[in-house]
């Protein structure tokens, strides 16, 4: 590992400016991504800012209903809190399906949204990708990629996104909520918090530098059946080949999003409304613009096939 500085902020805005202040610093709070790669050395931050002091570590009703979730809240505690169990339970049923008991009691909600992809290639320096470092080209197009993106990805990059948690806000139609150096607050909408590759795959959010998550903001709880449904090659501790995030409502209508197959958690609006038809009609939506590799064209019939059997689930 090389050696990096460190310091404890004590408030949001003095985490924010000392990020900002060291070109290459980076935020901490769980680890549990980070300093596996730092290990690694893909990533090697010159200055770490431990954010585990700040206070943003409580779930709070919003004055319109909804939901405020602390970045700090740990997924552990997120998912056994009584109020996200009854009026979110995709998002309870998403977070339990994530890793594993040890690893969802120190990542936080905000960790989760940040953490990278878990492409083999990203992972391995001796191989070549343009997200760990760019221009030097994408091992997997052309390789094997049996775990890659079908959807939305680009001729630099098709690597998917990680988190079950992720897939869940984007059903529930989340925001989230930050801080600059400047002390200047933004509301990002989930749909536009993640990017697509595009030629930039090494830039994964459309957060600025130095800007820190404080809270992700649920809205008013949706009703009707909300389920999440994860197919994986192992019953625990591994990552989604497919993941359905829906929220259904007695009459039919309702919303859904995918992991597993994109950059980011994958919802297309128009698919939406193709929910009464069935499975098959809002699966042609959701992947009109597919383009799968020989090793993961499977992921297409399964993403309908789980779609289906969520629906089944939600009307029965």
């Not at 997924?75 to 056994?80: K, Q, R």
Request: proline residues 5%; positive net charge.
């Amino acid at each position: 590992m090389k050696a990096f500085s460190y310091e404890r902020a004590t408030t949001p805005a003095q985490a924010a400016a000392a990020v900002a202040a060291r070109p290459g610093a980076k935020f901490v709070a769980g680890g549990t991504n980070l300093l596996d790669l730092m290990k690694l050395q893909i990533e090697a931050p010159v200055h770490l800012v431990d954010i585990n002091g700040i206070g943003l570590d409580r779930i709070e009703r919003t004055v319109d209903g909804g939901l405020r979730i602390g970045a700090l809240v740990r997924n552990a505690d997120l998912a056994t809190d009584a109020t996200v169990r009854r009026d979110y339970g995709v998002l309870a049923r998403a977070l339990v399906a994530g890793a594993s008991g040890q690893l969802r009691n120190m990542a936080t909600t905000a960790g989760n949204l940040l953490q990278r992809t878990r492409c083999p290639y990203f992972y391995d320096g001796n191989m070549p990708c343009n997200k760990r470092q760019p221009g030097s080209g994408c091992s997997a197009i052309g390789g094997y990629s049996r775990q890659h993106a079908v959807v939305g990805g680009s001729g630099a990059c098709i690597a998917t996104h990680p988190s079950d948690m992720a897939v869940a806000m984007r059903v529930l139609d989340a925001t989230v909520e930050t801080t600059n150096a400047a002390g200047r607050s933004r509301v990002i909408p989930i749909a536009d918090f993640h990017r697509l590759p595009g030629n930039e795959p090494h830039v994964d959010t459309t957060l600025e530098p130095g800007e820190l998550i404080t809270s992700v903001v649920l809205p008013r709880p949706a009703g009707g059946r909300q389920l999440y449904h994860k197919v994986r090659d192992r019953a625990s501790y591994a990552f989604a080949l497919v993941s359905v995030a829906a929220i259904v409502q007695r009459d039919g209508t309702g919303c859904v999003a995918l992991g597993g197959v994109a950059h980011k958690p994958w919802r297309v609006e128009a698919a939406d409304a193709e929910l009464p038809r069935g499975a098959k009609a809002a699966a042609d939506r959701l992947f009109a613009d597919a383009r799968p590799t020989e090793h993961n064209a499977f992921k297409l019939p399964l993403a309908e096939r789980t779609i289906a059997s969520v629906l089944e689930q939600a009307r029965s």
